[in-house]
T-cell receptor, first 112, second 112 residues
Framework: NAGVTQTPKFQVLKTGQSMTLQCAQD?????MSWYRQDPGMGLRLIHY???????DQGEVPNGYNVSRSTTEDFPLRLLSAAPSQTSVYFC???????????FGQGTRLTVV | QKEVEQDPGPLSVPEGAIVSLNCTYS??????FMWYRQYSRKGPELLMY????GNKEDGRFTAQVDKSSKYISLFIRDSQPSDSATYLC????????????FGQGTELSVKP
């Protein structure tokens, strides 16, 4: 059972480039979310989804887009990368809004 | 001011010590409280989950919630080197499931 799978694990981007961080879960969870983790800041919610076709913004959504066309996948798009987006990104999924959230292993992104 | 405040540490204790990790929060509407453990370069894993004031025990771990003071704690008894990790408190509202608000995380090191 793979759980929550994030790809890639590491990425270096140049300022202005775009890319998509992939997240897939095989637990048939309705809830999926993206967080970023920066030193001294904990995890901050970027976007989340309560089911296929439904997404909403979190605390720090600017510069990021999401869509949820299937239950399994929740990709995060960086439209025009900026150095301020250098961070570790975590995807999470849960069976319901109040159930345990399972996290992926993270994507370490550096924007130069 | 962040909604959830957590002393970032780092905290270093000898093996066998009792560890106390704490978070305060400002939003009295938070109803669900969690503690996640995160090993270096890994995703967070749920350790404890509670929704009522009082204590909840699981082995060497005790989660304490005081809603009147807006204060939560995690106690680790007989700490082990394998407990060395970052501990993150998280909380959410009943009607905003899937949107976790995290503290900054406390880095704990247990020395043999």
């Amino acid at each position: 059972n793979a759980g929550v799978t994030q790809t890639p694990k590491f990425q270096v981007l140049k300022t202005g480039q775009s890319m998509t961080l992939q997240c897939a879960q095989d637990m048939n969870h309705e809830y999926m979310s993206w967080y970023r983790q920066d030193p001294g800041m904990g995890l901050r919610l970027i976007h989340y989804s309560v089911g296929a076709g439904i997404t909403d913004q979190g605390e720090v959504p600017n510069g990021y887009n999401v869509s949820r066309s299937t239950t399994e996948d929740f990709p995060l798009r960086l439209l025009s990368a900026a150095p301020s987006q250098t961070s570790v990104y975590f995807c999470a999924s849960s069976y319901s809004g109040l159930a345990e959230a399972f996290f992926g292993q993270g994507t370490r992104l550096t924007v130069v | 001011q962040k909604e959830v405040e957590q002393d970032p540490g780092p905290l270093s204790v000898p093996e066998g010590a009792i560890v106390s990790l704490n978070c305060t929060y400002s939003n009295s509407a938070f109803q669900y409280f969690m503690w996640y453990r995160q090993y270096s370069r890994k995703g967070p894993e749920l350790l404890m989950y509670t929704y009522s004031s009082g204590n909840k025990e699981d082995g060497r771990f005790t989660a304490q919630v005081d809603k009147s003071s807006k204060y939560i704690s995690l106690f680790i008894r007989d700490s082990q080197p394998s407990d060395s990790a970052t501990y993150l408190c998280a909380m959410t509202l009943y009607n905003q499931g899937g949107k976790l608000i995290f503290g900054q995380g406390t880095e704990l090191s247990v020395k043999p």
